[in-house]
């Protein structure tokens, strides 16, 4: 038979920080403070990722995003920034400071323009051309070559 070893919220808070570069240190002293924040939660993951949520809205307010891309976008310019080791806590924080925001801000990957929606401006309908000209087009009898 197999045994099972469950893990402690702490371990999976811990696994969670680690994924984005903090050291065992700083996940540890983390933890603590997440599992406060969040409680008993069903989807732990799920949970950290709603802490981080406003504040995702908050630096990237001007983009037309989801949550989940909120969430993604900023975690990824999170550890692009170098962000464990230069800003550590901060990233939890729901008012970040200025200078985390222009840093993560100056990370920002986007992939394809942001929409923009306008009206229409009107344009002329072209007439269909008469099928006779394809008629025509079709069924030109060529020049022969003779010899």
């Not at 310019?77 to 993560?104: D, H, M, T, Y």
Request: net charge positive; aromatic share 10%.
């Amino acid at each position: 038979m197999v045994a099972i070893n469950i893990q402690s919220l702490d371990d999976i808070i811990s696994a969670y920080l680690k994924y984005l570069r903090f050291s065992d240190k700083q996940a540890r002293r983390l933890a603590g403070d997440i599992k406060d924040r969040i409680g008993v939660q069903e989807n732990v993951i799920e949970a950290v990722d709603r802490l981080l949520l406003p504040v995702a809205k908050n630096i990237f307010s001007d983009l037309i995003l989801t949550d989940a891309q909120a969430i993604s976008l900023y975690k990824f310019c999170f550890l692009q920034a170098g962000g464990a080791k230069k800003w550590g806590a901060e990233f939890f924080k729901e008012v970040p400071s200025v200078p985390f925001r222009k840093a993560i801000r100056q990370e920002i990957v986007i992939n394809a323009p942001v929409y923009r929606i306008s009206h229409m401006k009107v344009q002329e309908i072209e007439p269909v051309i008469h099928g006779g000209f394809f008629h025509k087009l079709w069924h030109r009898k060529g020049i022969k070559n003779e010899r």
